[in-house]
Structures are given as C-alpha cells and as structure tokens.
C-alpha cells in the first residue's frame, strides 16, 4: 500500500498504473480517500483520482492509499498537490 497525506489545493492526483507481475491485471485494485473507496476507474496505465468529488474544501486534510498487487509499484505523477502552496 502507498501511504500519501497533505492538504486539498483544488487539484487532482495522477497516478501510473503498470501491469502486475502476471501481465493479466493492472498494479492498483483500490484507492481509499479518507477512508472512502474512490470510485475512479483504475484498469488502465495511468488514472485519476478525482478529489473534488469528496466535497473538501480547500485547505482540508487528505488522506490517500493506493492498494497494490504485490512485485509491482504504481506511482504518483504529482504528490506535490497535496502541498500548500508557497508565495
């Protein structure tokens, strides 16, 4: 399981999804936000997780876990959207 936590800025999580070690089935089988399973379509090579479907407002907390099949490691294209924002 991947493990990322920050703050919503309005923007959304990219994340690439390669093949599990069989080749018959994507890495990712569930993603939760804060606790709550994500509804996204994820059977693809790269997915989005769609925050502003859960109603956060800017600033609020955010917890997301990627669940992953095991011998093979999906990454986050952006984590950085989770981090507040520096003037």
Known sequence: MIEINGIYTGKNLYVQNPFS???????????????????DPFESSAFEIDLSKYSFKLGDAVTVHIYHRDGCLPKILNPEVLQPRTH
Not at 24 to 38: D, F, I, R
């Open 21 to 39: 070690n069989s080749g018959e089935t994507y890495c990712v089988y569930e993603v939760k936000v804060n606790g709550m399973t994500a509804s």
